[in-house]
């Protein structure tokens, strides 16, 4: 049975709306992870390129060569056993959050804060301190962020079917490339990997 390009489409949204970084990975229970032996490079999705520059690029590729050699893995430039394919959108979101100024200044009374996260998740709303904030005079600060969502394909080359998918999601800043944080983010969502490390 083949599985879809997307094993699990609903995830993302469910995860766009959390702060920290989720790992995911979801695999083909039928698929004998110990038969392959190498892995190569589908072509690099064009639309990648929109979202991140050619040295994280080169970063995200060293990473994953990195994570799959030390679980045994050799890469073979065409027609290995496993090919490995790279998606990356990355999208604009936006929170508010509204303080109500009623008791600002009095001693022992904090104000009121109420955080509405929008998004395509939906929203949600959490209140700190006193009072009903709907009833005083409150100031709403619009908070605009992006979210990155980072796909990997490993599908088997001979069946032609995905047989694992990893996805991570979590707040992304402009700044610059950093190897060090790729390289972990890329472990960390390897480690969802059914294959454990076998070198250093």
Excluded at 36 to 61: A, C, H, P, S, Y
Excluded at 77 to 101: P, R
């Amino acid at each position: 049975m083949h599985m879809k390009k997307l094993i699990f489409p609903l995830l993302i949204i469910f995860l766009a709306s959390c702060n920290p970084w989720k790992y995911v990975g979801k695999q083909d229970q039928e698929a004998d992870f110990s038969s392959f032996k190498t892995f190569g490079l589908l072509n690099w999705e064009r639309q990648n390129d929109d979202q991140v520059d050619e040295k994280t690029k080169e970063f995200i590729l060293l990473a994953i060569k990195d994570e799959l050699e030390q679980r045994g893995y050799t890469y073979q430039k065409k027609d290995a056993d496993l090919q490995v394919s790279i998606f990356i959108i990355i999208n604009e979101e936006t929170s508010y959050s509204a303080y109500a100024d009623q008791y600002a200044g009095y001693p022992g009374y904090g104000g009121v804060a109420v955080g509405v996260g929008v998004g395509p998740s939906g929203g949600g709303v959490s209140a700190v301190g006193y009072g009903n904030v709907m009833t005083y005079p409150y100031s709403v600060v619009k908070h605009d962020y992006n979210v990155g969502t980072f796909v990997v394909d490993l599908l088997d080359h001979s069946k032609k079917k995905i047989i694992w998918q990893g996805l991570a999601q979590g707040r992304v800043a402009q700044e610059e490339p950093n190897q060090s944080r790729v390289s972990e983010r890329v472990g960390r969502l390897f480690n969802k990997f059914p294959v454990k490390k076998t070198k250093k």
